[in-house]
């Protein structure tokens, strides 16, 4: 039992690092009205471990905390990544599906944190055109090609089978 917390906890640090870091490499496409943030692809990872909710969470707060977001995007923005990546999970039984929540939560979320929090002078539904847009390059294309290649492995990667994942 202690041996599967630790591994959740090893696997949701870990996860959590990994978007930190994708997000401050590429941080000049991460943030803004026209984003494409790498780090998103990464909400596949609940397809083989619910450890990837917690991680996602914690990596979005910190990617944004250390991007120079202001308060509202780090709460808001953290928490479209938590809901994508919840319902990804619970979508786990259908690989193609596994994007789509995130790419719904952000695309709905964040271009009312630019408008309102950010005072960015664009309407709503273009903003939902290009974080919509984004989103569906990081988490639909990268994301599945990330999904797909890691399947192959996931016994191995993640140190336990899909199916008897916490």
Partial sequence: MRDKKVL?????A??????????????PL?????????SEA???????TSAAIPGLFVGCIIGNFMGGAIPIDIIFGSIATLIGAVFS??????????????IAANTIIVPFV????YGVNLPIPFMMLTVGLGEVLSCGVIGLVLLFALD???????GVNRSTSM
Wanted: aromatic residues 20%.
């Fill in 152 to 158: 192959r492995y996931k016994g191995t990667i993640f």
């Fill in 8 to 12: 959740f906890l090893v696997q949701a």
């Fill in 30 to 38: 991460s943030f803004g009205e026209v984003q494409v943030r790498f």
């Fill in 14 to 27: 870990a996860i959590a690092a990994i978007y930190v870091v994708l997000t401050m490499l590429f941080a």
């Fill in 42 to 48: 990464l909400t596949v990872l609940p397809y083989f």
């Fill in 89 to 102: 999970y619970h979508l786990r039984k259908s690989k193609l599906l596994v994007p789509l929540p995130p």
């Fill in 114 to 117: 630019l408008f309102y929090g």
